[in-house]
């Protein structure tokens, strides 16, 4: 089960949504109306990571997929597993 207090997220395969929890509440939100970006950071050792950032193209709602890729082709391939989900 998951906490309800983790700020998770859920992408229904048959709705076609996506649930995010903001405020108290739960925003539902159509998956396709998602675009992908890849965003690189920088660890204080100095080594670069790439994490998958859902930004939602009518309003202000986002989600960072958790998972960190050590190369680019990594996240790509996340996003690339959500959309065949």
């Known amino acids: 089960m998951l906490s309800p207090d983790k700020r998770n ?3 229904n395969r048959r709705t076609g949504l ?12 159509p998956f ?14 100095g080594r670069t990571s790439y994490q998958l950032v859902l ?4 309003s202000d709602q986002h989600l960072i ?8 082709w990594e ?9 065949q989900y």
């Open 32 to 45: 396709d109306e998602f675009d992908p970006y890849l965003m690189p950071f920088t660890g204080y050792t």
């Open 75 to 83: 996240v790509e391939a996340f996003w690339e597993f959500w959309q």
């Open 65 to 72: 997929y958790p998972e960190e890729g050590e190369s680019p």
């Open 55 to 58: 930004i939602h193209r009518y």
């Open 18 to 29: 996506v649930s995010l929890p903001r405020r108290g509440r739960m925003v539902e939100l």
């Open 9 to 11: 997220f859920w992408l």
